[in-house]
């Protein structure tokens, strides 16, 4: 056939020169990539051509890297865009990762053929409707390996950015309902996975599979779902992806003169077999939009090949097709011993034995159901019936672990990558920090030099929005100098590094761009507090020094005490993290005390008036605002001494100011008396005369809930002053009938929230009557654990431990028989 026509009528068979291999594959498929490897062996091609993107020619020898370990991704993004991006994913057993390995390792060119990416990517640059999409990943794969055509991209592949509707069917559903199979995945594992090669000839399932694939697209073009032009609509897509493929190809001939393999999805096979000219070729790639993309491999993981990660192109069992393609013999024996490890490690007592009749199950419901060899099905049954004792859960970690899957791929330094990335992969070697695909806790001390400087990184890298670890809570400690991190690595970070490499070139510099940019476009007070936190965190100084002046100008013009309220926690707490770390604060502690005493003005006016909503609002920002003073005064960076008591002074008018909802007034009782500001006869003197019958129920049961909510150990206290106790059981026992049910949800939402043993030890005293309890705090009150007086000799046990403690010498501990110490009943 001539230059200007389609490719020759012999291609597929390789058999003399300048003959056309087409190895049509199922992307990620092991059965495939064994294919694959025993036809380049028997037909030993001058050139390997690949469907993936061609930018990507100059990474090809990167496969042959030692430090290259599957699986991986290509991946492209546009340089003016990073965010624009799109992956190819390839795994150990993709045909075209083996494929590409046999070039490299035989010396034999290799190329990637399919659509350039620089058209790819400006195809969704064209679609603004789906900008800012989250990113989901379609993937570069065909039908004949999953459900998708288009890119595996970051963000919205080409088919989604189009918002085209897919009219074809699963390949593999109708071959596999043509064969009578309801199960496509059990089909193909059937007549691929779990049989080898035909009468030795290597090329007999790439016959099978493109004579299926050209009845399939027959049958589409015929029904009119496949009959594009390239001028518009759903399938042109593939109709440009496969006209730039024969070009590829011819120019491969043309160049190589002998015979040529080229490695696709099979569903294009027969649009690369099909007779088509030059000039119809070039007519379709016409006029395509571009885009300037840089490429380079990133590491990839099994999860993110699963199909329930919503990869298109995916498959069910990474895991368990890792484990065909490298398991040398007995792949079901082995997979059932790799089981019986993974329950053991969760101390579930599975033994040989287990293993042993595992296999024979399997092998017998695969006889039972006309299939050659167990499959993951069989496989699956076996464990549950034997190893987990029918129960799904210890089956589902079996699933997530093996079947699926944690595995995470490696790329070799070499690799091209932005100046952040590799400043990124310098900071985290020096610091011993791994990627790993699975979740992991990372405990620091930050005391400890290493620990605080991962600190720094992963809160650098949150202010960038790579989120590679978040914050969890500490177990056993609540102390500044310890953080908990949950560690996990997603392919897509890279993707986020690239974006974030328009702030900088280091990882410092980068997050003190992007922080200082933020600082100029946050919307409220709350957001620059929250930020100024964040940078002490990742230890910015030269963005504090910004966000603190953009600070105190929002702090000078915002009005309102709530913003002002909301945005004082942050500073305070940036204060304790400063201190820990050895931060200059004092610009933040002068910042801090300047808001507080707004907030002191402001507060008492803005508490009138409100409704229920408002007032339990508010309710928070008096809690949140307390906190922050008791911190504020302590702490070292400047002497704020005075603002404590400027607080009580507001507390105190606040639980005696007329229109300020009950419920802020009884918790600012609450927090007078916690504080040691007011004397527990006043208390009760106050409740006295809020529950008193001129009282309405409804601002009486508010009142109650902010002195006694159970989120303030309100329990304890009725528990340990029987005499406030008394008040709300005189109380609650005085409502009158018609207004009790209005009072009801209050009283439930207030008492419900105690801990069970504190509502059990109530309702005790309460069911006892006043007559037989006296004062907990001064005779006992009979119930089990409470003592009438002080049990000195148990207080003497733990003074050395106080002293050890607190450091002190034995004169500086008083004695057991002073009057602050509280005894409990042997």
Known sequence: MTGDAGLPDGAGTARGSGDVLLLGVRHHGPGSARAVRAALEQTRPAVVLIEGPPEADPLILLAADEDMRPPVALLAHAVEEPGRSAFWPLAEFSPEWVALRWAVEHDVPARFIDLPATHTLAWQEQEPETAGEEPEPTGPMDPAGGTDRGEHSAGPGPEAAAALPDVRVDPLAAL??????DDPERWWEDVVEH?????????????????????????ETESGTGTGTGEGGGRDRDFVREAYMRLQVRAAQREFKQAIAVVCGAWHVPALRRRATVAADRALLKGLPRTKVDMTWVPWT???????????????????????????????????????????????????????????????????????????????????????????????????????????????????????????????????????????????????????GRSRLLHRLRLLGVGWGEPAASRGSTGTFRETWRLRWEPELSVRVAEAGVWGTTVLSAATARAEADAVTAQGLADVTALAERCLLAELPDALRPVMRILADRAALDMDVGHLAQALPALVRSLRYGDVRGTDTGALAEVAAGLAERVFVGLPPACAGLDADAAEEMRRHVDAVHGAVGLLGDAPAADHGALRPRWQTVLRTLSARGGVPGLIRGRAVRLLLDDGALAPEEAARLMARVLSPGTPPADAAAWIEGFAGGGSGGGMLLLHDERLLALVDAWLTGVPGETFTDVLPLLRRTFSAYEPGVRRSLGELIRRGPESRGSVTTTGSGIPGFGAGLATGRAEAVLPVVRLLLGLDEAEVPDADDNDLVGVDA
């Open 176 to 181: 596999a309902e043509a064969a009578g199979h």
């Open 302 to 452: 099994h999860r993110r090949l699963s199909r329930s990660s919503g990869y298109g192109a995916g498959i069910e069992s990474p895991g368990w097709y890792g484990h065909l393609f490298g398991a040398p013999d007995r792949p079901v024996e082995r997979w059932l011993t790799k089981v019986a490890g993974v329950l053991r490690e969760e101390d579930r007592s599975v033994s040989s034995a287990h293993v042993i009749e595992a296999v024979r199950l399997a092998e017998t419901l695969a006889v039972m159901r006309g299939r050659p060899l167990p499959g993951l099905s069989e496989t699956t049954d076996a464990v549950r019936a034997v190893m987990c004792e029918g129960s799904d859960v210890p089956l589902a970690l079996v699933h997530d672990r093996l079947v699926v899957g944690d595995v995470l791929g490696e790329v070799p330094a070499g690799a091209p990558a932005v100046p952040l990335q590799r400043d990124l992969d310098r900071s985290r070697r020096r610091l011993r920090l791994k990627p790993e695909a699975s979740e992991r806790e990372l405990e620091l001390d930050l005391r400890k030099e290493t620990d605080a």
């Open 195 to 219: 049989r080898g090669a035909e009468g030795g000839d290597a090329l007999a399932p790439f016959t099978a599979l493109e004579e299926a694939m050209g009845a399939l697209r027959e049958t």
